[in-house]
């Protein structure tokens, strides 16, 4: 039997523990993790393409330089 996936089948959910430790890395990003947020959205309507996502990709890294400033002040 042929088990095909039609494109618009769901993607199968991830093991819970792993939703649950993403959840935590992005609330340890406070203040960026919209910006997280943005940019996996950004790669899951792009199939991934990191090119079609350096805005997001450059914001997140500026959120975090400047969280790291702030730690050192």
Same mark, same amino acid.
Do not use: G
């Given at each position: ?5 039609? %494109? !618009?089948? %769901? %993607?199968? %959910?991830?093991?819970?523990? *792993?939703? *649950? @430790?993403? *959840?935590?890395? #992005?609330? @340890? $990003?406070?203040? +960026? &993790? &919209? $910006?997280? !947020? &943005? $940019? @996996?959205? +950004? $790669?899951?309507?792009? *199939? /991934?393409?990191?090119? &079609?996502?350096?805005?997001? #990709?450059?914001? !997140?890294?500026? +959120?975090?330089?400047? /969280? ?6």
């Amino acid at each position: 039997m042929d088990h095909q996936q039609t %494109p !618009l089948a %769901p %993607p199968t %959910p991830r093991h819970q523990d *792993d939703a *649950d @430790q993403e *959840d935590e890395n #992005v609330k @340890q $990003l406070n203040e +960026c &993790s &919209s $910006l997280y !947020l &943005s $940019l @996996q959205d +950004c $790669l899951i309507n792009n *199939d /991934r393409n990191w090119k &079609s996502c350096q805005k997001e #990709v450059q914001a !997140l890294k500026a +959120c975090n330089e400047r /969280r790291q400033k702030d730690k050192k002040s």
